[in-house]
DNA sequence: TTAACATTTCTATAATATTGGAAATGTAGA
DNA sequence: TCTACATTTCCAATATTATAGAAATGTTAA
């Protein structure tokens, strides 16, 4: 992962709408929830949900699929996999013993 | 950890800046390096270092101490864990597996 | 004490992000 | 087709963040 990339994924997650967005998407698994459900259960009005929604498919860190009209958002762990792999590698290095979870994992 | 504070960690790190700044520290270990060090190497302007230190430090993700008229940072690996196991446990939960590293490594 | 140096604070400016109402777009069912 | 509904886009207002020169602060060594 590059460094811009990684700046991209922790800014996105970097505000708390966002990262309550993500988290709701991470539990409720591959099902995914629908905006309006993401937008009901936080008291975000659609069209900042729309805004952060966004922010969070373009670092790739959600993706949407339409389902009749409706746009249910998924989490998708592989990339914040690779969010947390680039942050084991290069901000734990040098002394990696320091910071746990590390390694192989 | 509160959602607050991984929010305000995240943010800190989500600054090509001072990610780099963190990165520089993390290969440094716990010796760490001068503000100036930091400046010269990363080719960032006095002013505009500190200011991003201070965020990285009221972030707790580096730690200052005087030494001289120097002033050297290196990264608290203890923060950067815990921010680590935040992202773990809340962003990768539900369904665990499908996001590694996971679990109690 | 004085000069040199490291760093921070002050300050202003520019750039970017956040918010949400209103309108537009797209889909489903009557 | 018409209406209802979900979501996004448009837009403007507001807030926050980033940048860096210049001045201030603090430290060391002569």
Do not use: W
Not at 34 to 39: E, K, P
Not at 51 to 57: E, G, I, R, Y
């Amino acid at each position: 992962m590059k460094i811009e990339t990684a700046v991209e994924a922790l800014a996105a997650l970097a505000q708390e709408s966002r990262l309550s967005i993500f988290r709701l998407l991470v539990q409720a698994g591959k099902e995914g929830i629908a905006a309006g459900g993401l937008g009901e259960k936080l008291g975000i009005p659609p069209a900042t949900l729309s805004f952060h929604l966004k922010a969070l498919t373009h670092a790739r860190l959600i993706k949407p699929r339409t389902e009749g009209r409706f746009v249910i958002y998924s989490a998708n762990f592989a990339e914040m996999d690779r969010l947390i792999a680039y942050l084991t590698e290069h901000c734990c290095a040098g002394d990696a013993t320091q910071c746990a979870p590390v390694g192989k994992c």
